[in-house]
């Protein structure tokens, strides 16, 4: 499956800080990227879908302005959790896909842990 | 609405046994169903998919199981290892590309 690595893997900051979140795919290019929130002891809920060269697509209820999507290659996409508050502490984790026809799963990265005090 | 349910929250199984992990769906929209194995501070791992137009897929020791007039799938460890211990996410979608998925259930073989 792809290489998908996502940084930083652990952050933690001061309630107001604006938080940039990496996801590289290493090993091929994806055309289609996925940004996921995940919350303890609940499952992933996908947040936004990021297309190569056009805007990210946000998931009902996720503020476009509060979390920033730039995917400006096939192998880098970039999540921004702008002015981030205590509430925005969670497990953030990307996805790519190589789409096509036919089916591909995502593959994911390591997740990045999101701590705002 | 919980599209995605496993409702499960652990499971615990004899190494050398058989694992048994199960998934219910609502959407009859979903037309890819997956597999994924997550271990702490880690990203999911696809292990294994099925189509909706197939009632069964097998891996190596994993097999998935479709049932869709349940709305009910199932994934099977046999033989379980203790490697297999992590938490197994179902998740399912519509076109391959967004994925729904459930809550988890964390498995620990024991040996």
């Known amino acids: 499956g792809a290489v998908v690595s996502q940084h930083p893997s652990w952050v933690i900051c001061k309630s107001g800080t604006s938080v940039k979140i990496e996801c590289r795919s290493l090993d091929f290019q994806a055309t289609t990227m996925f940004w996921y929130r995940q919350f303890p002891k609940q499952s992933l809920m996908l947040m936004a879908t990021s297309n190569e060269g056009s805007k990210a697509t946000y998931e009902q209820g996720v503020e476009k302005d509060k979390f920033l999507i730039n995917h400006a290659s096939l192998t880098l996409s970039t999540l921004t959790v702008t002015s981030a508050h205590p509430e925005d502490s969670s497990f953030y984790i990307c996805s790519v896909w190589g789409g096509g026809q036919g089916f591909s799963p995502q593959h994911f990265g390591d997740g990045t842990r999101l701590s705002i005090l | 609405d919980q599209q995605v349910k496993q409702n499960s929250p652990s499971l615990s199984v004899q190494e050398g046994r058989i694992s048994i992990l199960n998934c219910d769906y609502t959407n009859s929209m979903f037309d890819y169903f997956l597999w994924y194995k997550k271990y702490p501070a880690e990203g999911p791992t696809f292990l294994i998919s099925?189509?909706?137009?197939?009632d069964k897929n097998e891996d190596g020791r994993f097999t998935v199981f479709l049932n869709k007039s349940a709305k009910h799938l199932s994934l099977h460890i046999v033989p379980s290892q203790p490697g297999d211990s992590a938490v197994y996410f179902c998740a399912a979608s519509e076109g391959a590309q967004k994925l729904v998925f459930g809550q988890g259930t964390r498995l620990t073989i024991n040996p």
């Open positions: 099925i189509s909706s137009i197939k």
